[in-house]
């Protein structure tokens, strides 16, 4: 199916369609957004095919290792971690969004194999990526919100840092971030610059970076105070390098995707296969966010990366050969006359797993 020569704000191909039609008194038909990005890939293919196979293998890569990071964690947060802390909540939701943007990439791949040209097949992916995109941004805010409130201000954030107040907010973010997108792609792109466009930009990226680098530097400021006990600083540089991530996860995966949105709105002469080539590989780093989210929950609970490895270590012990028990078993015996002291067991695992989450 040939691709279309949309026009608008976001559409990549023909840019310069509407001036010409101005000129020859022509009317633009408008169509949705949602068309545009239907056949994006299409064009793509097209025009750039070595690019096309190129960016194929990056998005498999990306859903693989985002699949495998991603389901051990949800399986660390929801069935090793016992108390579900308002950070926690907003994790397991930011873990679910990034499987499903890992998940939309197969559906994209079979409807340009399998239903080229078929808008209603083409709806899950394109629906599915923007809403877990945005979804991504506001969860990510939401947990450097969460640790700048326990941190630097403990008492007076109290009352609403509690787990039922967390998913109120989930639920909101997920109902916001769907309505919005929907009304998005929704929209009648006609050639002229998009107030949604600017909307859109400026409530679910600018305005959370802003909050993340006010809280950042707040953050450090709390850090230069003289008289911190050794643990509340350990904490509040934890908290600190949690909000470096979340900021440069921004600027790497959000950045270029919105920077490009509005180039392209501002500029609507902007060549045609230099807009396709940017829309691509902005989604691609964008798309890449589902890999580096695994280094925030790093930062989100002191006991994520000690629960990680005593699974892999319990994984370890039990593949280790009986003739290795029965040595052990022998010297053992041999020091049966020394005192014993325990070591680290599965009683202390199940005791760091408990201790594991941050208030």
Not at 99 to 113: D, I, K, N, Q, W
Not at 232 to 252: E, K, P, S
Request: aromatic share 10%.
């Amino acid at each position: 199916m040939p691709a279309a020569s949309p026009t608008g704000p976001w559409a990549p191909a023909a840019p310069n369609a509407t001036a010409a039609a101005a000129a020859a008194n022509v009317s633009v038909p408008e169509v949705p957004l949602f068309h545009l990005f239907a056949l994006l890939d299409e064009e793509l293919h097209a025009a750039f095919p070595g690019l096309w196979v190129a960016l194929i293998a990056v998005h498999g890569v990306i859903f693989l290792a985002g699949l495998v990071l991603n389901g051990l964690a949800l399986y660390v947060f929801c069935c090793r971690t016992q108390a579900k802390t308002p950070s926690v909540v907003y994790t397991i939701n930011l873990v679910v969004t990034d499987l499903l943007v890992g998940l939309s990439l197969p559906t994209r791949f079979a409807v340009f194999y399998g239903a080229r040209g078929c808008l209603r097949c083409a709806l899950p992916h394109v629906f599915g990526y923007f809403l877990n995109m945005h979804c991504s941004i506001l969860f990510l805010t939401c947990i450097c919100v969460d640790r700048y409130l326990a941190i630097v201000q403990p008492d007076g954030s109290r009352r609403w840092r509690q787990p039922a107040c967390a998913r109120a907010v989930c639920a909101f973010v997920w109902l916001a971030a769907g309505a919005v997108t929907l009304s998005v792609l929704g929209v009648r792109a006609g050639g002229g610059p998009c107030c949604r466009v600017f909307a859109l930009t400026v409530l679910e990226f600018l305005l959370p970076l802003l909050v993340i680098s006010v809280f950042t530097g707040r953050i450090v400021c709390a850090l230069s105070r003289p008289g911190l006990l050794r643990q509340g600083r350990q904490r509040r540089v934890r908290a600190m390098q949690l909000l470096l991530t979340v900021l440069v996860i921004f600027l790497v995966c959000f950045t270029p995707f919105h920077a490009r949105q509005v180039a392209v709105a501002l500029w609507p002469e902007v060549p045609s296969h230099a807009s396709l080539v940017a829309y691509h590989v902005a989604v691609t780093l964008s798309s890449l966010n589902s890999c580096m989210d695994p280094i925030v929950y790093c930062f989100v609970t002191s006991g994520f990366q000690a629960t990680v490895r005593g699974l892999f270590r319990r994984r370890g012990a039990e593949r280790e050969p009986h003739g290795s028990t029965v040595v052990g078993m022998q010297r053992s015996s041999r020091a049966s006359g020394r005192k014993h002291i325990p070591g680290p067991g599965p009683g202390a695992f199940t005791q760091d797993l408990a201790n594991g989450p941050e208030a």
